[in-house]
Protein backbone atom coordinates (compact mmCIF):
# COMPACT_ATOMS: atom_id res chain seq x y z
CA UNK A 1 0.00 0.00 0.00
CA UNK A 2 1.01 3.76 -0.71
CA UNK A 3 2.00 5.29 2.84
CA UNK A 4 -1.06 7.70 4.02
CA UNK A 5 -2.21 9.99 6.68
CA UNK A 6 -4.20 7.60 7.68
CA UNK A 7 -1.44 5.79 8.71
CA UNK A 8 -0.67 8.39 11.30
CA UNK A 9 -1.87 9.44 14.70
CA UNK A 10 -1.65 12.79 14.35
CA UNK A 11 -4.09 12.23 11.90
CA UNK A 12 -6.49 10.06 14.20
CA UNK A 13 -6.44 12.49 16.73
CA UNK A 14 -7.05 15.47 15.23
CA UNK A 15 -10.23 13.46 13.59
CA UNK A 16 -11.13 12.71 16.92
CA UNK A 17 -11.02 16.03 18.35
CA UNK A 18 -13.58 17.12 15.35
CA UNK A 19 -15.68 14.71 16.12
CA UNK A 20 -15.75 14.97 20.06
CA UNK A 21 -16.55 19.00 19.28
CA UNK A 22 -19.50 17.63 17.05
CA UNK A 23 -20.96 15.18 19.78
CA UNK A 24 -20.65 17.67 22.21
CA UNK A 25 -22.43 19.91 20.02
CA UNK A 26 -25.35 18.12 18.55
CA UNK A 27 -24.71 14.54 20.13
CA UNK A 28 -23.73 12.93 17.10
CA UNK A 29 -21.43 10.05 17.73
CA UNK A 30 -19.86 10.45 13.95
CA UNK A 31 -19.21 7.77 11.56
CA UNK A 32 -19.94 4.06 12.09
CA UNK A 33 -16.88 2.30 9.88
CA UNK A 34 -17.95 0.24 7.50
CA UNK A 35 -21.70 1.00 8.16
CA UNK A 36 -24.01 -0.19 10.75
CA UNK A 37 -24.24 -4.15 8.91
CA UNK A 38 -20.63 -4.47 9.94
CA UNK A 39 -21.82 -4.13 13.72
CA UNK A 40 -24.65 -6.48 12.47
CA UNK A 41 -22.62 -8.96 10.93
CA UNK A 42 -20.38 -9.32 14.14
CA UNK A 43 -23.41 -9.39 16.87
CA UNK A 44 -25.00 -12.12 14.63
CA UNK A 45 -21.53 -14.32 14.42
CA UNK A 46 -21.30 -14.00 17.89
CA UNK A 47 -24.87 -15.06 18.53
CA UNK A 48 -24.77 -17.67 16.09
CA UNK A 49 -22.37 -19.40 17.84
CA UNK A 50 -24.01 -19.01 20.73
CA UNK A 51 -20.52 -16.62 22.39
CA UNK A 52 -21.63 -16.50 26.26
CA UNK A 53 -22.52 -13.32 27.34
CA UNK A 54 -19.63 -13.08 30.00
CA UNK A 55 -17.03 -13.41 27.36
CA UNK A 56 -14.47 -10.82 27.52
CA UNK A 57 -14.24 -8.70 24.53
CA UNK A 58 -11.88 -6.25 23.25
CA UNK A 59 -12.69 -3.69 20.49
CA UNK A 60 -8.84 -2.73 18.82
CA UNK A 61 -9.19 0.61 17.81
CA UNK A 62 -12.60 1.14 19.19
CA UNK A 63 -13.07 4.84 18.15
CA UNK A 64 -16.08 6.38 19.40
CA UNK A 65 -17.03 2.64 20.82
CA UNK A 66 -20.72 2.70 18.85
CA UNK A 67 -19.71 -1.10 18.41
CA UNK A 68 -19.35 -1.36 22.22
CA UNK A 69 -22.44 0.35 23.14
CA UNK A 70 -24.40 -2.16 20.53
CA UNK A 71 -22.96 -5.25 21.91
CA UNK A 72 -23.65 -4.21 25.30
CA UNK A 73 -27.24 -3.37 24.58
CA UNK A 74 -27.32 -6.84 22.64
CA UNK A 75 -26.45 -8.69 26.42
CA UNK A 76 -22.70 -8.57 26.13
CA UNK A 77 -21.88 -7.58 29.70
CA UNK A 78 -17.74 -7.75 29.34
CA UNK A 79 -16.29 -5.29 27.36
CA UNK A 80 -13.10 -3.26 26.63
CA UNK A 81 -12.12 -1.03 23.68
CA UNK A 82 -8.84 0.78 23.82
CA UNK A 83 -7.74 3.52 21.17
CA UNK A 84 -4.52 5.17 20.82
CA UNK A 85 -5.69 8.28 20.34
CA UNK A 86 -7.15 9.95 23.78
CA UNK A 87 -9.65 11.79 21.57
CA UNK A 88 -11.12 8.71 20.54
CA UNK A 89 -11.33 7.20 24.13
CA UNK A 90 -13.21 11.19 25.41
CA UNK A 91 -15.39 10.44 22.18
CA UNK A 92 -16.34 6.72 23.36
CA UNK A 93 -16.69 7.78 27.04
CA UNK A 94 -19.67 10.23 26.20
CA UNK A 95 -21.32 8.00 23.89
CA UNK A 96 -21.31 5.24 26.96
CA UNK A 97 -22.32 8.04 29.10
CA UNK A 98 -25.17 9.23 26.59
CA UNK A 99 -26.36 5.62 26.16
CA UNK A 100 -26.12 4.60 29.93
CA UNK A 101 -23.85 1.68 29.45
CA UNK A 102 -21.43 2.31 32.31
CA UNK A 103 -20.26 -1.54 32.06
CA UNK A 104 -18.11 -0.44 29.19
CA UNK A 105 -14.16 -0.29 29.80
CA UNK A 106 -12.28 2.23 28.03
CA UNK A 107 -8.46 2.87 27.91
CA UNK A 108 -5.88 4.81 25.91
CA UNK A 109 -3.56 1.69 24.85
CA UNK A 110 -1.08 1.46 21.56
CA UNK A 111 -2.00 -2.09 20.78
CA UNK A 112 1.37 -2.10 19.45
CA UNK A 113 2.62 -2.06 22.56
CA UNK A 114 -0.10 -3.29 25.14
CA UNK A 115 0.28 -3.02 29.07
CA UNK A 116 0.31 -5.83 30.76
CA UNK A 117 -3.01 -6.03 32.01
CA UNK A 118 -4.35 -6.28 28.47
CA UNK A 119 -4.19 -10.08 28.51
CA UNK A 120 -6.76 -12.88 28.59
CA UNK A 121 -9.15 -12.18 26.24
CA UNK A 122 -11.58 -14.16 24.48
CA UNK A 123 -12.87 -12.19 21.63
CA UNK A 124 -10.86 -9.24 19.83
CA UNK A 125 -12.57 -7.13 17.03
CA UNK A 126 -10.82 -4.71 15.12
CA UNK A 127 -12.86 -2.67 12.01
CA UNK A 128 -10.49 -0.90 10.62
CA UNK A 129 -7.87 -0.40 12.74
CA UNK A 130 -5.37 -3.29 11.11
CA UNK A 131 -6.26 -1.41 7.53
CA UNK A 132 -4.60 2.30 9.66
CA UNK A 133 -2.18 -0.02 10.72
CA UNK A 134 -0.90 -1.12 7.08
CA UNK A 135 -0.92 3.22 6.03
CA UNK A 136 1.90 4.04 8.29
CA UNK A 137 4.55 5.90 6.39
CA UNK A 138 7.17 4.71 8.93
CA UNK A 139 7.53 0.58 8.70
CA UNK A 140 3.84 -0.62 8.26
CA UNK A 141 5.22 -4.15 7.89
CA UNK A 142 7.67 -3.92 10.68
CA UNK A 143 3.95 -2.99 12.54
CA UNK A 144 1.94 -5.21 11.47
CA UNK A 145 4.10 -7.89 12.74
CA UNK A 146 3.62 -6.62 16.04
CA UNK A 147 0.44 -6.40 15.56
CA UNK A 148 0.21 -10.18 15.05
CA UNK A 149 2.78 -10.48 17.85
CA UNK A 150 0.38 -8.15 20.11
CA UNK A 151 -2.64 -10.17 19.31
CA UNK A 152 -1.21 -13.25 19.74
CA UNK A 153 -0.20 -11.68 23.61
CA UNK A 154 -3.86 -10.35 24.23
CA UNK A 155 -6.52 -13.42 22.86
CA UNK A 156 -6.60 -16.70 24.90
CA UNK A 157 -5.52 -19.70 22.74
CA UNK A 158 -8.74 -20.79 21.10
CA UNK A 159 -9.83 -17.44 21.03
CA UNK A 160 -11.61 -15.62 18.19
CA UNK A 161 -10.66 -13.10 16.46
CA UNK A 162 -13.00 -10.97 14.18
CA UNK A 163 -11.72 -8.58 11.25
CA UNK A 164 -13.59 -6.22 8.78
CA UNK A 165 -11.30 -5.01 6.06
CA UNK A 166 -11.22 -3.16 3.07
CA UNK A 167 -7.77 -2.92 2.01
CA UNK A 168 -6.92 -6.77 2.58
CA UNK A 169 -8.13 -9.87 0.34
CA UNK A 170 -8.88 -13.21 2.10
CA UNK A 171 -5.68 -14.44 0.66
CA UNK A 172 -3.60 -11.47 1.91
CA UNK A 173 -5.36 -11.83 5.63
CA UNK A 174 -4.69 -15.69 5.82
CA UNK A 175 -1.25 -14.85 4.86
CA UNK A 176 -0.78 -12.16 7.43
CA UNK A 177 -2.27 -13.89 10.68
CA UNK A 178 -0.89 -17.25 9.30
CA UNK A 179 1.47 -17.50 12.34
CA UNK A 180 -0.48 -18.57 15.29
CA UNK A 181 -4.14 -18.24 13.86
CA UNK A 182 -6.70 -20.64 11.95
CA UNK A 183 -8.83 -19.68 9.70
CA UNK A 184 -12.48 -20.46 10.50
CA UNK A 185 -15.29 -18.66 8.72
CA UNK A 186 -15.75 -15.71 5.91
CA UNK A 187 -18.54 -13.82 6.74
CA UNK A 188 -20.88 -11.85 3.84
CA UNK A 189 -20.23 -9.02 3.01
CA UNK A 190 -22.02 -6.40 0.28
CA UNK A 191 -20.87 -7.68 -3.48
CA UNK A 192 -19.87 -5.51 -6.32
CA UNK A 193 -19.75 -6.14 -10.44
CA UNK A 194 -17.44 -4.22 -12.82
CA UNK A 195 -16.34 -5.51 -15.80
CA UNK A 196 -18.08 -8.73 -15.35
CA UNK A 197 -16.55 -9.59 -12.48
CA UNK A 198 -17.65 -9.77 -9.31
CA UNK A 199 -16.19 -8.88 -5.70
CA UNK A 200 -16.01 -7.56 -2.25
CA UNK A 201 -15.61 -4.02 -1.49
CA UNK A 202 -15.11 -5.48 2.42
CA UNK A 203 -13.52 -8.72 3.93
CA UNK A 204 -14.42 -10.10 7.02
CA UNK A 205 -13.34 -12.78 8.73
CA UNK A 206 -12.67 -15.17 11.92
CA UNK A 207 -10.06 -16.47 13.04
CA UNK A 208 -9.05 -19.02 16.03
CA UNK A 209 -5.66 -18.66 17.99
CA UNK A 210 -3.95 -21.51 17.90
Known amino acids: FSPSVLGTREHWDAAYERELQ ?3 DIGDAGEIWFGEESMVRIISWLEKHKVPLDSSVLDIGTGNGVLLVELAKSGYVNLTGI ?8 LSEKVREKEGMSNIKLKVEDFLAPS ?3 SGFDICLDKGTFDAISLDPSDAAGKRKLYVGSLCRVLKPEGFFLITSCNWTKEELLNEFREGFEILEELPTPKFCFGG ?3 NSVTALVFQRK
Open 197 to 199: RIG
Open 83 to 90: DYSPSAIQ
Open 116 to 118: AEL
Open 22 to 24: TFQ
